[in-house]
């Protein structure tokens, strides 16, 4: 029997991005065409179609091969039903993707959130290649999970498992409220947000750094201060690590997990984030518990959507 | 064909506790009997042997009808091998138990430590009957726990998931150092040692409060004196309950799970500290989080341990 292959979607706000992959989860070709959000539902669907028959058509493959495609989305997703519940980038409500997908290109479809998708990528064909049990952070906007467990995705009782940027971490004196409502939550510190929030409260302080804080001041120029010395972005960079580290420690005597992956925008910190990282986790996490973990960098960059999104339809 | 059954064992320091299970987790009778661990090894492996064909031999089911025997023991297992690493009070060391209790009982047999046992007593007959994905907490002498991941004990990389009393709550500078070595775990606060540490430190320092320790003082006073209106001992058990629930939010943001089950010595305290814990988790968990899930006192007190020990044929 020929190879089959498997079309993974990573559906964004402004583009949707498809690819395909082998069984290994090796990215074989991508393609990227323009959501059009704003012509509604029923286009952004037909984009979708559109784009999966392109890149199978542009390919050495048949559509006979195709096994299935999998999608990802920023957003709240009733992943056993297959609906995207709310996905606002894409103005997505209660659209039952699963459904008509299956009924526009004939072939198995599963659908999952972003965070989900990207932690799967990594886990089989990224970073945490090979592995069973890891638990993946994506630090960008906002800080998001995923937890793979037996190399799959693991949804828990309400489909929330992995919503790691919702570990309160900061203590109640020093706490600040989360666009969820909470206090203290991971995403308030080490999110890109939580970043650029500090770097602006301490140029607006007064605190003595290079920074100067214009209106589109991004995490990236934190961290490059950082690199060059300024004790204050440091501090910045040290304090997202710090409670990274931490929620690590919980997330490791709670799930034993043998691998953490770090991606996202903020992970391109390097050295200064990882470094402290890994030192916070090894303060705070008992001798056994640490034994053979590792913390590791995201390897995958921009395509851990597409190919957790392929990897659907073999891993969940 | 007849009914089957499994006996779980509870290996402990002073006695071996037996029981007999049906296939729905009900226990049906139950026998114990001394460890004599100080008469080495063989001697209590003889014992176990003894107590298991004693209880099927009294009950009214064949020996045909035994599926298999379960045990558990606090320390640390190999649950792949079968080992019992270190047990401290039954004095094993590196025991290849399952390997020695097939070759001398003739069925499957099954280990696993004392708080994995315990969560799938509760997961499979206690306060967690019919739920698939619960985490259990005992708190005792240390807090122990136990993930039950789709009816089963998830094991993790190396076979450490559910050390719920080593996640680090206490804010660095409150912490003290835990048993473990690192400061501030769960189990400095949120077991029966850590309330008694508590109520210790009050007394000494001078605080007004109905507490006069002496040197047996147990838990249970710290609880009575609350209940009784003693605000000192109010503040001890509140603290317990606090660092309790904010581990429990940690918890639910990576896991997502459906219920959590509090046993051991400690969730005799009641209300007072149920009330506090339910009250912390609902401060700190996104409220997604917190839709359906529950949080509920254990129900099968020491039995937990024979009847998870049966479970594990059937559940791991």
Chains 1, 2 share one sequence.
């Not at 989860?25 to 029923?42: A, C, H, M, S």
């Not at 198995?108 to 990224?126: F, M, T, Y």
């Not at 960008?140 to 999970?145: H, L």
Request: charged letters at 20%.
């Amino acid at each position: 029997m020929s190879e089959q292959i498997y079309v993974g979607v990573d559906l964004g706000g402004t583009a949707i991005k498809v690819g395909i992959c082998n069984q290994a989860g090796q990215l074989i070709q991508t393609y990227e065409g323009p959501t059009e959000t704003e012509k509604g539902v029923d286009v952004v669907v037909d984009n979708i179609e559109k784009y999966v028959r392109h890149i199978v058509d542009q390919s050495p493959y048949s559509w006979d091969q195709l096994a299935g495609v999998g999608a990802g989305v920023a957003g709240f997703t009733n992943v056993r039903e297959g609906i995207i519940i709310f996905a606002p980038n894409v103005g997505f409500r209660d659209v039952p993707i699963r459904a008509i997908l299956e009924e526009k290109i004939g072939k198995p479809i599963k659908i999952d959130n972003d965070a989900n998708v990207a932690a799967l990528g990594e886990a089989w064909s990224g970073a945490g290649r090979g592995i069973e049990n890891c638990v993946c952070y994506t630090l960008g906007t906002g800080v998001g999970g995923g937890i793979i467990i037996n190399g799959k995705i693991y949804q828990g009782f309400s489909g929330l498992a992995g919503e790691l940027g919702h570990i309160s971490v900061v203590p109640d004196l020093e706490a600040i409220q989360c666009g969820c409502g909470k206090m203290g939550c991971l995403e308030t510190v080490s999110s890109a947000t939580g970043i650029i929030r500090m770097a602006k409260d301490a140029v607006e302080r007064g605190d003595r750094t290079s920074l100067a804080l214009e209106q589109h001041i991004a995490a990236k120029e934190v961290f490059d201060a950082a690199k060059a010395g300024d004790e204050v972005a440091q501090r910045i960079v040290k304090r997202a690590a710090f409670y990274l580290g931490k929620s690590m420690a919980a997330v490791a005597a709670a799930l034993n997990p043998e691998v953490f992956i770090i991606g996202g925008g903020v992970s391109k910190a390097g050295d200064i984030l990882f470094s402290e990282v890994r030192d916070v986790f090894a303060k705070s996490t008992p001798e056994p518990l640490q034994k053979g973990v590792t913390i590791l960098p995201a390897q995958l960059g921009n395509d851990a959507g597409v190919v957790g999104a392929a990897g659907l339809l073999l891993r969940s």
